[in-house]
């Protein structure tokens, strides 16, 4: 991080001019320095919008250590101070990128964290081949998710469904979330396999997906969920999901699960018998 800023500092002097202490929206090195002190994430967060068009050297620093914090909506916002000032931001980058291929697992989550939030898309190759890294933990796998989450560009879909078969059921269910909210993605196939996880909300999140995505391979699979799954949430969303889909054929398992021993998928079910034609 001392590389970083002794090269963002250097930016900084050519891209910001000088003086105009206050330009921002009444926000202050001062003010966010504070923020930090209190250790409020919502105060970090309010005072680095209110510096979101602030020409303030001294703040860099302040933020480039924000890039760092264990706090991942810390972390975020960071970013997405960087993302509007695009040198700065650059500068930043290629200096997290090259940590996908060769940091530990808290060097990976920063990367990828700042990546995503800053919309670095030039990104996405580098993130497609940390994910198929084995020597990183947790944290930095579901950083490398929400990357690709908040880039929702198709070139991270490889992110994704190498997500889907991960070990770690956070990281999977991450995933499957993240599918659905891709721009342009033309089908939720890789997300049928989830329906039979070994993790209830891994499955409950796959009935979601495929629904919301009317992803008409799966009605076999949430019929399966919503007849016999023994947690209720999955078989609510599998209702849900098969309303959505409205083939006639789900009446059937449908009209059963009205009678439902969970209050929650009868009602869904009933819901989703009025959508089937």
């Known amino acids: 991080m001392k590389n970083i800023s002794m090269k963002i500092a250097a930016v900084a002097f050519v891209v910001l001019a000088p003086a105009a202490a206050l330009a921002g929206k009444g926000g202050s090195n ?132 190498t997500a889907m078969s991960d070990g770690d059921a956070s990281v999977r269910a991450a995933a499957v979330v993240a599918w659905r909210d891709v721009l342009d993605q033309q089908n939720a196939l890789p997300v049928v396999a989830l329906l039979g996880d070994r993790d209830a909300n891994v499955r409950a999140q796959a009935a979601g997906v495929v629904g919301g995505m009317l992803e008409q391979s799966a009605r076999g699979a949430l019929e399966g969920l919503v007849a016999g799954d023994p947690d209720s949430s999955v078989r609510r969303n599998a209702a849900w999901a098969l309303g959505q889909l409205g083939n006639a054929a789900s009446r059937p398992v449908l009209l059963k699960a009205t009678s439902d021993q969970s209050g929650l998928v009868r009602g869904v079910a009933k819901a989703a018998l009025a959508s089937l034609h």
């Open 30 to 161: 001062a003010k966010l320095e504070a923020a930090v002190a209190s250790g409020s994430v919502d105060a970090i967060i309010a005072e680095t919008e209110r510096t979101e068009s602030l020409i303030c050297e001294a703040c860099i620093q302040t933020m480039t250590n924000l890039t760092a914090d264990s706090r991942y909506a810390v972390r975020e916002v960071a970013g997405w101070w960087f993302a509007r000032r695009p040198a700065l931001k650059d500068m930043l980058a290629s200096q997290f990128v090259d940590d996908l291929p060769r940091g530990d697992t808290i060097k990976v989550r920063n990367a990828a964290d700042f990546l995503g939030a800053s919309k670095t898309y030039t990104a996405l190759p580098q993130l497609r081949a940390a994910i198929h890294r084995g020597d990183i933990g947790v944290e930095a796998r579901l950083a490398l998710v929400r990357a690709a989450a908040a880039l929702a560009h198709t070139g991270g879909n490889e992110v994704l469904t």
